[in-house]
């Protein structure tokens, strides 16, 4: 069971329930909100517990591939590339229902969603997905459906396709509203594509918000970076 905590969430209860029914592993940022209390459970060596570090690349890919149940409790997610990371792995996914992963996952589709912040929904939701291998296979082919719908490729062209500029041009020449438009994870747009953003905010058509866990100097273009 593969868990990611980087924004709170209920870490404690899930390691009490898969205790010593399989390994787990926990996946946080290392200076996230709930460093002190992995920490905690570090101190407390519940066996069959392991708590990781942050990982990348090849690391963060075999902890998916290794994994066999996703479990995401954080209730204050913005958007939930970690959860699509885990469709796209073919995992069956526990998730709280709150936030950003609300507008992919459809409960009992392509995952399992449970009340946020609540023990005991995470706990009933382990145990039906650790005795359900229906339910399993059933959820880890509606996540990997659900990932290749969500390919950058394609979430670019459909911000392009739906006139999304072309709208923010009018607004601004009718009315002189700019429109502000954000982007998560903005290195996982190609150079091409990251050029073909550049007229809309050289114009000011667009005010352009964008966050990266990449260092930017490498991953985004530099007129952009000087935008």
Known sequence: CLVVDEKGGEVGSVAE?????????V??????????G????????????HVLGLMHDR??????ASADIFVFPSATETFGNSLLEAMGSGLPSLVAASGGVLEFSEHGRNAWLVAPDSVEAIEGGLERLLTDSALRRRLAD????????RDWAQVYDRLKDAGAFEEAKRALGETGTQTVLFIDEV??????QQD???PAVENRWVTLVAAT?????FSVISPLLSR
């Open 196 to 198: 073909a953003l550049l």
């Open 213 to 217: 866990t990449e260092n930017p100097f």
């Open 17 to 25: 329930v898969i205790s010593g029914a399989q390994p787990i592993l």
């Open 142 to 149: 509606g996540g990997l459906a659900t990932a290749r719908e």
């Open 59 to 64: 690391d963060l890919s075999e902890a998916y």
């Open 38 to 49: 992995l920490d905690e459970i570090r101190r407390r060596e519940i066996p069959g517990v």
């Open 27 to 36: 996946i946080h940022g290392p200076d996230g909100p709930m460093r002190a």
């Open 187 to 192: 290195h996982r747009f190609s150079k091409t």
